[in-house]
């Protein structure tokens, strides 16, 4: 986005609550009577895949309260990538802010067809989940659906939000009391209340046919005819996230002499600096799968035997699919954010250079012999919270 967009958004974010707040003031919301809801709008447009997947157990309990009832997202261009076909979802809107703002200013046309479209759509429920920030766009686009419950945050952990005024039932949020709240759990705090609280925490994402069947030949290639395989993910957007590549590349070599694993690695499009460390060391004594479609990786993950990953994306896409998954962390709370089942370990350093590669050895030889001895049946996890590895 250009530097201009860039100021104008912010601009705007300063100026459109003292506009608007007037036009969409909300009256306080009234008990919810789950026979009246027919159509319920998530709206999740930040783009971390992580806090994204963590919506799924919060739609899972929509679907159980209000069985009778469409439920429709509303997400950017990749959340919406990853929650395509998903088997909670009747109908998925991508919202992409660069198609409304542009380097002379809002594109009006397009804004009005938007809060057209979405107020033709007569959503009796809209709920914007919000853990880590509130964002003023989303608060705006709930407002414009006119729906008459109309759930936000009033505020998270004692900060007020700016556009509370938007919802008809603003919530106050705090988890500063309870830090290890799982962040699915803080999702479904927004609609405590109004539906029974989500039994299965586990992550969730829906494959068609045709998108697992075209991963065969990949997975065969990187098999190459091995009793196990293993994928690793070693980079992530932030360093203090990142396990060092020497480990990777040790853990690498220990699993395929060890266990007789082929290993891939699967490189996105800012771990080029990971991927040339793990080259520099590794050489071609692995494979590796670069900058493929979201989908096309989550495709592949499924056929796995386990992923090991770094605190990221891949990590909850991993266990989306049923992957057995080691999850490394660094200085991120990993009983709010690992993967939830028992499929998924997390082992945490601080900094992560602390992880021994031992330890992960270990975890590993233990979980693939796991797999050995067991049918895999492609479950998505399972109750509970996520638990550490222990010595």
């Given at each position: 986005m250009s530097r201009t967009v860039r100021r104008l958004e912010l601009v705007i974010r300063r100026l459109l609550p003292v506009v608007t707040r007037r036009i969409f003031r909300s009256s306080s919301g009234g008990p919810l009577e789950a026979a009246s809801v027919r159509r319920i709008l998530i709206i999740r447009q930040h783009n971390q895949l992580g806090d994204m997947l963590c919506v799924v157990p919060l739609l899972r309990a929509l679907r159980a309260s209000i069985p009778g009832a469409e439920i429709d997202l509303l997400a950017s261009p990749v959340n919406a990538d990853i929650?395509?076909?998903?088997?909670?979802?009747?109908?998925?809107?991508?919202?992409?802010?660069r198609e409304y703002l542009g380097p002379l200013g809002i594109r009006i046309g397009r804004v009005r067809r938007l809060v057209k479209d979405l107020r033709a759509r007569n959503y009796d429920l809209v709920a914007v989940p919000s853990t880590v920030s509130m964002s003023l766009t989303s608060d705006l686009l709930e407002a414009v659906t006119g729906a008459p419950m109309r759930f936000g945050p009033g505020s998270i952990d004692g900060v007020r939000n700016p556009g509370a005024s938007f919802y008809s039932n603003a919530v106050d949020l705090d988890w500063r009391s309870s830090p290890t709240r799982h962040q699915t759990l803080r999702n479904a705090d927004l609609l405590e209340g109004v539906v029974e609280p989500p039994e299965d925490l586990s992550h969730e994402l829906t494959l068609t046919a045709s998108e697992i069947e075209a991963a065969k030949d990949e997975v065969s290639r990187l098999r190459q005819g091995k009793?196990?395989?293993v994928a690793?993910?070693?980079?992530?957007?932030?360093?203090?996230?990142r396990w060092p590549a020497r480990h990777f590349a040790r853990l690498a070599r220990q699993l395929a002499s060890e266990m007789g694993a082929a290993v891939f690695a699967t490189i996105g499009p800012m771990d080029q600096e990971t991927q040339q460390a793990l080259e520099d060391d590794l050489g071609k004594e692995i494979e590796y799968v670069v900058n493929k479609p979201i989908r096309t990786i989550a495709s592949i993950l499924s056929y796995v035997?386990?992923?090991?990953?770094?605190d990221t994306g891949i990590m909850h896409v991993g266990a989306a699919v049923g992957v057995p998954v080691i999850s490394l962390f660094g200085p991120t709370e990993p009983r709010q954010w690992a993967p939830i089942g028992p499929r998924s370990r997390y082992i945490q350093g601080n900094p992560m250079s602390a992880i021994t590669v031992e330890k992960v050895?270990?975890?590993a030889t233990r979980m693939l012999s796991e797999v050995s001895t067991q049918q895999r049946g492609g479950g998505k996890g399972g109750r509970g919270l996520p638990r550490e590895h222990k010595r």
């Open positions: 929650m395509r076909h998903h088997c909670l979802l009747d109908d998925l809107l991508v919202y992409d802010k009793a196990h395989l690793i993910h070693p980079g992530a957007g932030k360093p203090p996230n035997d386990l992923l090991v990953s770094n050895v270990s975890l």
